[in-house]
């Protein structure tokens, strides 16, 4: 039943920054988008919200290396030159490094910028990096993956919690946030790049 809403619900995910989105508001949205109250149901499709935003998060937070071999060797089969299709892929990825460097970083406080590895970081690298953690030390459930096992760093992030749900995360981030003001924005960017550069 909750499948025919699939569609509106990644769409209203997609433009969302999942770092602050709720199940409640994405409910709330499609109700106003479909004109129907989705109350009965409710249960049954907040569970299938979080697995089409724990979907998309992990999207969002994989590595293109896959991709980009599986391109090399479709170039390698085909008898299209690969210079067609090489400077399409260099773009995608300049875009997306300039979309990543115009969000604002925030200042990142233990326990989270020791999950992470730093001090300085945005919203959607801040979650990229967390999914990466959590996939490198295998802490999703295996019965269900929306589900994550707090090992100890985890448990100091999420009030000492042994499981969270993946959709939750982002709210125990936010106690790590602390915002730079616009104008020191550039300082602290710069910063980060020479980090970046060593």
């Known amino acids: 039943m909750c499948e025919q809403y699939r569609s509106n619900i990644e769409a209203i995910l997609k433009d969302a920054d999942l770092s602050t989105i709720t199940t409640k508001t994405i409910r709330r949205t499609l109700e106003t988008q479909t004109g129907t109250s989705l109350d009965p149901i409710k249960k049954e499709i907040n569970a299938f ?3 089409i935003f724990l979907n998309i998060q992990q999207q969002r937070s994989s590595p293109p290396v896959v991709s980009k ?12 030159p690969a210079t067609i299709k090489k400077p399409v892929q260099r773009k995608k990825k300049e875009l997306k490094e ?4 115009d969000w604002p970083l925030l200042k990142v406080s233990p326990p989270l910028s020791d999950i992470i590895h730093t001090n300085l970081c945005s919203r959607p690298q801040t979650v990229k ?3 990466e953690y959590i996939r490198e030390h295998k802490l999703q459930s295996e019965s269900d993956k929306r589900i994550l096992k707090c090992d100890a760093k985890l448990k100091e992030l999420c009030d000492g919690q042994d499981e969270v749900s993946a959709f939750s995360i982002n709210k125990f981030t936010q ?8 104008e020191e924005q550039p300082k602290y960017k710069k910063i980060l790049l020479e980090r970046e550069a060593q």
């Open 49 to 51: 919200i979080g697995d």
């Open 69 to 80: 071999t599986e391109d090399k060797s479709k170039v390698v089969k085909k008898t299209t």
């Open 98 to 101: 300039k979309r990543v460097i």
């Open 129 to 131: 990096k967390m999914w």
């Open 175 to 182: 106690k790590c946030f602390q915002v730079i003001p616009k």
